[in-house]
């Protein structure tokens, strides 16, 4: 047992006696003790321990902690400690900028348990609510996460895009008359990736050369295909071929295993032909040329002569932004802000969604402040016709599954998100409880964000949502497909059964500035994968649709 392990251990129990609110004279205690033995020239493990309590710095109290470490290699008060503190809570503290009492506020008083959770609550500029955490200080610790985020190596799509787009630009400068073409989970539009991949005519040794120069560690397989990993495990591949079969190494490696095994034994590709292209290799078996998106399931592929490839949603597809926050409670921006920003992006309407008043994090909107916000949006709805701002909120589905205002309240809004922003530690049968009361609420016109997992941070809660689907079909109730990258909720893979139930879904970008808008695109790549038609997203009506749909979901209210 050396001193460091015993300096991080006593400085690991301090830290997490001070999130807990242990006595702060103990808290101390252990700190100061870790501090003295930093200063030690000899090993506490090698001296008798008798003397332990005797070294200027160390009590009696402490020290019996150290001889415990030293005997058992571990400590009883740590071990319980750590056992009620979730992992995530412990992991902030690797986190430059964030301390205990930073984090005891972001646990008990924000309910955030991840680092993922806590680098989206940065996003929506929730910390500068609370006391110690200002604009500059909420900054400073999103940087840091997303620095010790990078390390794992795993990545949304909305991070590897970035990536992509500097490594084909460093190839095309370097190798400009070589064929390199991304191919993979990024090609297939997947949500998170643990690698990006391309096939290229460059050869393999240049490859190499390349990204030893980038201080990439590089190996390569016996089927020319080289690995490059970075400093903070970014994994990138390259399979080396020529220019007579690089289309069949793009087709094959933009397929799922599931739908590559119902393609080899449907279809016959021959590995050693010249295809000009992808689409060669569709027009020889006969069938439409399939993009990568939706190359997952051996059904898509059986069934690729019914799909109607030409109206599944594109990005240009979205003609309102639905789901937007100003700065009347979490937002950056102010409300003609983002109407200005909605009118230059060629927009039709905004949808504003302020959080209600139980989301006190956020600022949420009492019900005077709803009658000002309201007065407000009707004055700037003269001001910039013929665009136009409905009235909305983003309403907190409580506990026990009711919305977040009295129905005289709910009736003032055009369109109502509801969404569970709290108590998200439920089983199944607590969640579909809370849910299903929401949704048959005639006030609910769209569920937000249905399990409210982030991706690579938390799981959401469970739900089962064929049920779920149901019911919003039997309550004309839209589901968001929530398009911040971390979220992407509901997940494209249920979309399908929403579509064979008649249940319209949003693509909303939830957004908290006007930079936000752009995560629409991040939705629809999502949406694209269950080939989502545009006419079956909410997001894509015309104005004058969506006052018809306002229209029939008032009809609800009074039905």
Not at 67 to 89: M, S, V, Y
Not at 154 to 161: D, Q, R, V
Not at 282 to 287: K, N, Y
Not at 446 to 466: A, D, E, F, Q, W
């Amino acid at each position: 047992m050396n001193n460091q392990t015993i300096i991080d251990s006593l400085s690991l129990l301090a830290k997490l006696m001070e999130i807990h609110d242990e006595n702060p004279f103990k808290t101390k205690a252990y700190a100061s003790a870790a501090f003295t033995i930093k200063q030690l020239s000899f090993e506490l493990s090698s001296v008798d321990k008798d003397k332990i309590p005797a070294i200027k710095g160390i009590g009696s109290s402490t020290a019996k902690s150290i001889i415990e470490l030293i005997d058992t290699g571990e400590i009883a008060l740590l071990n319980e400690l750590i056992n009620k503190t979730p992992a995530g809570i412990i992991e902030m503290l690797r986190i430059k900028g964030l301390g205990p009492k930073k984090i005891a506020t972001i646990w008990h008083e924000l309910e955030i348990e991840s680092l993922g959770e806590l680098l989206y609550a940065c996003n929506e500029n929730k910390l500068t609510l609370f006391k110690g955490f200002g604009e500059k200080t909420q900054l400073s610790i999103k940087e840091s996460i997303e620095y010790y985020l990078a390390q794992s190596g795993k990545l949304l799509y909305a991070e590897a895009e970035v990536v992509v787009a500097q490594i084909q630009e460093a190839l095309k400068n370097t190798f400009p008359q070589e064929i390199t073409l991304v191919t993979g989970s990024y090609r297939r539009q997947m949500e998170t990736l643990d690698s990006i991949e391309w096939v290229t005519t460059i050869p393999v040794e240049n490859i190499v050369a390349l990204f030893n120069q980038l201080e990439f560690a590089t190996s390569v397989t016996a089927e020319n295909k080289v690995v490059c990993t970075s400093k903070t495990n970014l994994i990138i591949s390259f399979v080396c071929c020529n220019k007579n079969n690089i289309y069949t190494k793009l087709f094959t490696s933009s397929c799922s295993d599931e739908f590559l095994q119902q393609w080899n034994t449907s279809h016959s590709l021959n590995d050693q032909h010249h295809y000009e292209n992808e689409e060669s290799i569709f027009l020889e078996a006969g069938i439409p040329s399939l993009p990568a998106y939706l190359r997952e399931s051996a059904d898509t592929l059986k069934n690729a002569n019914a799909l109607s490839l030409d109206s599944i949603i594109t990005p240009a597809d979205i003609k309102g932004i639905i789901h937007s926050h100003s700065n009347w409670s979490d937002g950056k921006n102010t409300v003609e802000e983002m109407v200005i920003a909605a009118i230059e992006k060629g927009y039709e309407y905004l949808l504003l969604t302020d959080h209600s008043k139980s989301a006190f994090y956020a600022n949420g909107l009492k019900e005077d402040r709803i009658a000002a916000q309201q007065k407000q949006i009707e004055e700037l709805n003269i001001k910039y016709a013929p665009f136009v701002i409905f009235k909305g909120i983003e309403c907190d589905i409580l506990y026990d599954g009711t919305l977040d205002y009295t129905d005289d309240i709910l009736a003032t809004f055009d369109l109502i998100v509801a969404s569970v922003h709290s108590n998200l530690k439920m089983d199944e049968a607590k969640a579909m409880t809370r849910l299903l009361k929401a949704i048959e609420s005639p006030y609910t016109s769209i569920l937000g964000h249905m399990t409210s997992r982030l991706l690579l941070s938390r799981k959401g809660y469970p739900v089962n949502h064929p049920v779920i689907i149901d019911a919003c079909a039997a309550n004309n109730v839209v589901i968001e497909l929530n398009a911040h990258p971390r979220r992407l909720d509901i997940d494209w893979r249920w979309i399908d059964l929403a579509l064979q139930k008649n249940v319209l879904i949003s693509i909303d970008p939830d957004a908290h500035s006007i930079a936000g808008y752009d995560d629409c695109k991040f939705g629809v790549l999502a949406a694209q994968k269950a080939a989502l038609p545009k006419s079956k997203n909410l997001s894509s009506y015309s104005l004058a649709e969506m006052k018809e749909f306002i229209k029939t979901q008032h009809a609800k209210r009074s039905s």
